[in-house]
């Protein structure tokens, strides 16, 4: 999870995709970006910026919990109540052939919603992120350690505090000061719930950013 090289990568990924569109604008494609961990739609502002000049439309919610939501946070909260704040937000803005990106953690919301609605999606991106499978948590695919921190974390019900800014690849220290005061607690359910999923998505590994193709949808 190294945020600027996140960063680095999605423009890439705008590049080779603003090419590939050049012929035909009237079918740009809808982006919602959808953050990981600890952070909120905030830390898409120079991707969706640079996305918005191009004349994408471009969504970037902030999941519930988190961000300027993070007075929400809630025990209740999982895995699918952030998949339903993505599912919510495509159904009441109608939008079609939709690029759902999602980075670090945000990889298992994305399949969910996938699983969910298929035929409003035309791929799922995973960028840096989680690619969890059927049965699978977002613990089960952290180290021994790590899970049995973070599961003495679950048991207590706390909320993971968020991790130091540098590990997220932040170095310049006004960019560390402007992240740090922006990350929030991870509420501990989205962690702790296993997903599952109906629909087997078949993963693309040649690209540096994964991506998934939807059965029953456009390719």
């Known amino acids: 999870m190294k945020q600027l090289r996140t960063l680095f990568l999605l423009l890439l990924l705008l590049g080779s995709m603003l090419s590939g569109y050049a012929q035909n604008q009237d079918r740009r494609p809808t982006y919602v970006l ?118 003495k974390n679950i048991q207590r019900k706390e909320n993971f505090a968020p991790f130091d800014v540098t590990l997220f690849g932040v170095t310049a220290p006004s960019m560390v000061a402007w992240v740090k005061d922006r990350l929030s607690p991870q509420p501990f359910g989205t962690f702790a719930q296993r997903l599952h999923l109906k629909i087997h998505m078949v993963m693309d590994y040649s690209w540096s950013i994964s991506h998934a193709r939807i059965p029953n949808c456009p390719s």
């Open 34 to 151: 959808v953050h990981g961990a600890w952070h909120g739609g905030w830390c898409w502002q120079a991707v969706g910026q640079r996305l918005t000049d191009a004349h994408y439309k471009v969504y970037a919610p902030t999941l519930t919990g988190l961000g300027e939501r993070k007075h929400l946070i809630d025990p209740s909260i999982d895995i699918d109540t952030h998949i339903q704040d993505i599912v919510n937000l495509i159904e009441m803005e109608d939008l079609h052939d939709v690029y759902l990106v999602g980075h670090s953690y945000a990889g298992a919301v994305i399949a969910g919603v996938a699983d969910r609605i298929p035929s409003r999606l035309y791929k799922l991106i995973f960028l840096d992120a989680m690619i969890i499978e059927d049965g699978q948590s977002p613990i089960s695919l952290q180290p021994k350690a790590v899970q049995e921190v973070q599961l």
